[in-house]
């Protein structure tokens, strides 16, 4: 059961949750490519005050956002995804992101540790509103080791499949403590102070196959795909893509380990753990903001 005290109350803001909605609705609905009106209409807004809401939270105008739906950009990029993919590997693991602008520091966990299926390790918790769903955000001492998304309501599945992955560890609801890893994540686009840019430590559970293609997720760029399968041949082999699949899917950091960023090699989507239109949304977003740069 997941406890929530009074004094630690899920951060919501009306103006995320509305853009949110809409947002949902547009990635549910984009193959009917719905208007502005319409995409106002879901946000419970008039079309000017949408056009200005959704500019300033997004950083990218909602016709650009809704052109990208689409996923033609991205599907042309995947084209060229095993260059991009090989020379990102080559230049390092940690590139920068146009949307986080994130150093990180990334530990991975022994093969030992992992098998202890969290024992003896303490984990706070806790939640920030945000343009995709309510944030699940989960800390150890040394960083950041989940983060999940969900529907507004629905908070309690996400975190019941987030602690399944760590059965044994303790959990502590903390809203203070993940404050400084959701400003960083998810920066103030309303004008308020921005906590100042820090390397963002990570803590990686999962086998050693799995750390491995996490580590290669990282290496797509913002704005740019990348196939199962080029994923495969850089960690291992071509023949390994099913492997690289699953260990995709289960993928515990999202957004930050861009797990949206792998297609099939035709280019359609395929699965997500948080939500295929939650995927096709962070990839309209994505390269929207890219084309405006």
Known sequence: ???????????TSSSYARIARSIRHLAENYDSQ????EAARAAGLSAYH????????????????????TLQQAKARLQSGATVLDAALDAGLSGPSRLHDLCLKVEAMTPGDYAKGGAGLLIRYGFHATLLGTALLMITERGLCG???SDEGDEETAFADMR?????AEFVHDQAAVASYAAQIFPDRTG????????LP????????????????LAIPEGRVASYRTIAERVCTERASRATGAAVGRNPISLIIPCHRVLASSGAL??????EARKRALLALEAARASDL
Do not use: C, D
């Open 1 to 11: 059961m997941l406890h929530r005290p009074e004094h630690h109350p899920i951060e």
């Open 34 to 37: 719905p208007s502005l009106e």
């Open 50 to 69: 949408f056009q200005r809401e959704f500019s300033r939270l997004a950083g990218v105008s909602p016709k650009s956002f809704i052109s990208h739906l």
């Open 147 to 149: 983060l999940a998304f």
């Open 164 to 168: 399944s992955r760590w059965p044994r």
């Open 192 to 199: 308020g102070n921005r906590i100042p840019r820090a390397a």
């Open 202 to 217: 990570i803590q990686l559970f999962g086998t050693p196959w799995q750390i491995k293609v996490w580590q290669a997720l």
């Open 270 to 275: 395929t699965g997500y753990h948080w939500g």
